[in-house]
């Protein structure tokens, strides 16, 4: 359950401001002449605290939580449990190839997405940064992804050819081989074919007389979630009707009965709207 104010100053009083200073922000911060603020050093008490009330066995967590799961650890031993194994791993790049892969970055891959948006988005990562994705993502040794680096360096292997492979492993790590030669099917039509997939989602909406703004048939056609997004899209270059790029925000479209537009939103989503 929660804790009370005693609770909370009992736990408090297990950890000291000179193990807290061990951490090298802080440290660094301090000889500085930089405030830290209380609740920074708080929180490292409440996430260890996680630990406590779990009667952990492990933690997991990104290199960046190291020092957090080691107070964990620690809180663990003062109160009288069995301390927790710490296990840390290397933070994943994200497409961007410089910030740790983030959803609010919005420069990650969701282990949700659709196989041809996971596909679409692993072929997007840069040369350099597949080998980061090779060695974190997969089941290859280290030894394995130093071969294909060599072979890629001596020209055996060409880095597209050896970027389609992770895609195809990836993808089908968490779909299946089958959806992961659909979605690489998919890729090669649209990106390098640049052709209209043969199988594109049909979405029906309620006739109008008069046109409709572009933003809101994107948002009932659920390509946007928002009209914000969608706006933003279109100033982004991120819309084609019918193959053409709308970029004006307060475009219309005909949306009278038996009208039907070919929309595309990004480099791989596609909607059939029709209107009836």
């Not at 880095?159 to 968490?174: G, W």
């Not at 998919?186 to 006739?207: C, G, I, M, Y």
Request: hydrophobic share 45%.
């Amino acid at each position: 359950g929660a804790l009370t104010s005693e609770e909370w100053i009992r736990l408090t009083a297990r950890v000291t401001l000179a193990q807290m200073l061990e951490r090298d922000d802080f440290a660094k911060r301090l000889a500085g002449g930089e405030a830290i603020s209380l609740h920074e050093l708080l929180y490292p008490v409440a996430q260890a605290y996680d630990s406590v009330a779990l009667k952990a066995d492990v933690e997991l967590g990104g290199t960046d939580q190291l020092f957090n799961l080691l107070v964990g650890r620690d809180l663990m031993g003062k109160l009288g449990l069995p301390p927790q194994i710490v296990m840390t791993l290397p933070l994943l790049e994200g497409l961007d190839g410089v910030e740790k892969m983030s959803k609010s970055l919005g420069n990650y891959i969701a282990v949700e997405d659709a196989p041809e948006e996971m596909f679409g988005k692993l072929m997007s990562v840069s040369d350099a940064l597949m080998w980061r994705y090779w060695t974190l993502c997969t089941d290859l040794a280290p030894a394995q992804v130093e071969a294909l680096k060599r072979a890629v360096a001596s020209g055996q292997r060409h880095p597209m050819d050896v970027k389609f492979e992770l895609a195809r492993t990836i993808t089908a790590d968490f779909h299946d081989a089958t959806a992961a030669a659909a979605a690489e099917a998919h890729f090669r039509t649209v990106h390098q074919k640049h052709e209209v997939p043969d199988e594109v989602a049909e979405v029906v909406l309620p006739a109008s007389p008069e046109p409709l703004p572009v933003v809101k048939v994107l948002v009932l056609a659920a390509l946007a979630p928002s009209n914000a997004e969608a706006r933003r899209l279109l100033q982004q270059g991120g819309v084609k009707i019918a193959g053409e790029t709308v970029r004006d925000p307060f475009a219309t479209l005909d949306t009278r009965a038996g009208s039907e537009h070919l929309a595309q939103v990004g480099k791989r989503r596609f909607a059939r709207i029709r209107f009836d």
